[in-house]
């Protein structure tokens, strides 16, 4: 297992945890985090083994510490699970449940192939990941934390990600209720809910979209594309003894977007 030196302010030096969409661009960033603060890391992702394995060595990862997984499948994530136990040699302190997928069409046609697959992952994904690690850390009466990651969407709507917003909506739930049942068990579960940011869809729509552009603009406050550092932040802190008093609650991390609607 891979550790950093330098366990920085959050406490977590020799913790272990799984990073769910841990390839994506914002993911990337969160298991890189969770790294240079001292933790152990098992990264997890759906993708091209090949490009898998490059991805994982240009991040400076073990690829031991990268294992495939396709949330939306029980017999995966139970095999998930072992593996994270076998490489930590034990099970995770802490499981962030980042895995996402969006897509962009107008609310009325929203092809019904593609809210059913999106609901599949972000909602039952999130479902299947959460439930197993719970249900490990019950069985030996152990502690542990749960960190989602939602959206300042689940509050308010945006243009042509109804579905999207709607499945973030239900992982804040959910969550809140991983967080009300499984409180008195010591099992923490908190939700980090960014912004518009600056990767993927976003950040190619914000260069190439004047439209969009605009709109986003307006619609942040702060005046500026989020960067993935700020969420990884975030999820360390509700990773960390620092929040060690907080189980069901949702930190937004939006720039101020979900202050007020901006558009015209």
């Given at each position: 297992?891979?550790?950093?030196?330098?366990?920085?302010?959050?406490?977590?030096?020799?913790?272990?945890?799984?990073?769910?969409?841990?390839?994506?661009?914002?993911?990337?960033?969160?298991?890189?985090?969770?790294?240079?603060?001292?933790a152990?890391?098992?990264?997890?992702?759906?993708?091209?083994?090949?490009?898998a394995?490059?991805?994982?060595?240009?991040?400076?990862f073990?690829?031991?510490?990268?294992?495939?997984?396709?949330?939306?499948?029980?017999?995966?994530?139970?095999?998930?699970?072992?593996?994270?136990?076998?490489?930590?040699?034990?099970?995770?302190?802490?499981?962030?449940?980042?895995?996402?997928?969006?897509?962009?069409?107008?609310?009325?046609?929203?092809p019904?192939?593609?809210?059913?697959?999106?609901?599949?992952?972000?909602?039952?994904?999130?479902?299947?990941?959460?439930?197993e690690?719970?249900?490990?850390?019950?069985?030996?009466?152990?502690?542990?934390?749960?960190?989602?990651?939602?959206?300042?969407?689940?509050?308010?709507?945006?243009?042509?990600?109804?579905?999207?917003?709607?499945?973030?909506?239900?992982?804040?739930?959910?969550?809140?209720?991983?967080?009300?049942?499984?409180?008195?068990?010591?099992?923490?579960?908190?939700?980090?809910?960014?912004?518009?940011?600056?990767?993927?869809?976003?950040?190619?729509q914000?260069?190439?979209?004047?439209?969009?552009?605009?709109?986003?603009?307006?619609?942040?406050?702060?005046?500026?594309?989020?960067?993935p550092?700020?969420?990884?932040?975030?999820?360390?802190?509700?990773a960390?003894?620092?929040?060690?008093?907080?189980?069901?609650?949702?930190?937004?991390?939006?720039?101020?977007?979900?202050?007020?609607?901006?558009?015209?």
């Amino acid at each position: 297992m891979e550790a950093a030196s330098n366990s920085g302010p959050w406490g977590l030096a020799g913790r272990r945890a799984v990073v769910a969409g841990a390839l994506g661009g914002i993911g990337q960033v969160i298991a890189a985090a969770f790294r240079e603060a001292g933790a152990h890391v098992l990264l997890t992702d759906l993708t091209d083994a090949s490009a898998a394995v490059e991805a994982v060595n240009a991040a400076g990862f073990d690829p031991r510490m990268y294992a495939a997984c396709d949330l939306t499948s029980e017999d995966e994530v139970r095999a998930l699970c072992d593996r994270a136990a076998e490489a930590f040699g034990g099970l995770p302190d802490i499981v962030c449940v980042h895995a996402g997928v969006v897509g962009s069409h107008p609310v009325v046609g929203y092809p019904i192939e593609a809210f059913d697959e999106l609901m599949r992952v972000n909602l039952r994904g999130s479902f299947l990941l959460a439930s197993e690690a719970a249900r490990r850390w019950l069985a030996v009466e152990a502690p542990g934390t749960l960190v989602f990651t939602t959206s300042w969407v689940q509050d308010v709507p945006w243009p042509d990600i109804g579905p999207y917003s709607a499945s973030k909506a239900a992982v804040r739930s959910l969550m809140r209720t991983f967080a009300r049942e499984l409180a008195p068990r010591g099992i923490r579960s908190n939700a980090v809910a960014p912004g518009i940011v600056g990767v993927g869809m976003a950040r190619r729509q914000w260069d190439t979209d004047p439209a969009y552009r605009s709109r986003a603009q307006r619609a942040i406050p702060l005046g500026r594309l989020q960067t993935p550092e700020s969420v990884a932040d975030a999820v360390l802190f509700l990773a960390s003894p620092l929040s060690a008093y907080m189980t069901g609650a949702t930190l937004l991390v939006d720039g101020g977007a979900s202050l007020y609607p901006m558009d015209e």
